[in-house]
């Protein structure tokens, strides 16, 4: 059985056929004063805008081991990452970093500072890892990962890593590991996978 393509789980931000104000069908045009495409309803007159979304996650350490996630849930179902979700409305990014460590593996974390800012502009998201600090070696994953445990950096799976933004963040981690600096990193992905 080959994989699916990634873009079934990541599909273009643009899926709704009617209007949510009143119900009608809406259709793709150019608003007035304005330069892009957008979902326009001409009965009620909304314009549906649709923007990136915000994932956040953590890098969370103790005694110099990193914590990892089975995924349980699908993209990418049973594959390591570093805990992370999407941003809930009413929370700030540390909070949603906090919140999403916590739900997948059950560690009580110390956030600290952003490390890695990565544009996915393709799939219309942006992901942010914060470095955090483990209270305790406790784990207990939640129902969205099979597994949580922390890893040696020699014994990262790096062939069963679940998104680029994840793997990079780790390659990021190791590399200025070795001087001890944990300089922000920005960067743009292509592709998610
Ligand atoms: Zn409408």
Not at 62 to 68: D, E
Not at 95 to 111: C, F, K, L, M
Request: glycine share 6%; proline share 9%.
């Amino acid at each position: 059985m080959t994989a699916p393509a990634p873009t079934r789980y990541f599909p273009a931000p643009r899926t709704a056929r009617f209007c949510s104000q009143c119900g009608s069908p809406i259709r793709r045009g150019i608003p007035d004063y304005d330069n892009r495409e957008r979902d326009i309803c001409d009965r009620c007159g909304a314009i549906h805008y649709q923007n990136p979304r915000i994932v956040v996650g953590t890098l969370p350490r103790w005694q110099g081991k990193i914590l990892l996630c089975r995924r349980a849930i699908e993209p990418r179902y049973d594959t390591w990452t570093l805990p992370a979700g999407f941003m809930e409305l009413n929370e700030n990014t540390v909070q949603g970093a906090e919140r999403e460590t916590q739900e997948e593996s059950g560690a009580q974390v110390e956030i600290g500072s952003l490390y890695t800012l990565v544009d996915l502009p393709h799939i219309g998201q942006v992901h942010m890892f914060y470095l955090a600090d483990a209270l305790g070696p406790e784990l207990a994953p939640g129902h969205e990962s099979l597994d949580a445990r922390y890893f040696d950096p020699a014994e990262i799976p790096w062939d069963e890593l679940s998104f680029h933004s994840v793997s990079s963040t780790l390659r990021h981690y190791i590399e200025d590991s070795k001087r001890g600096v944990f300089p922000v990193r920005q960067y743009a992905l292509k592709t998610p996978l």
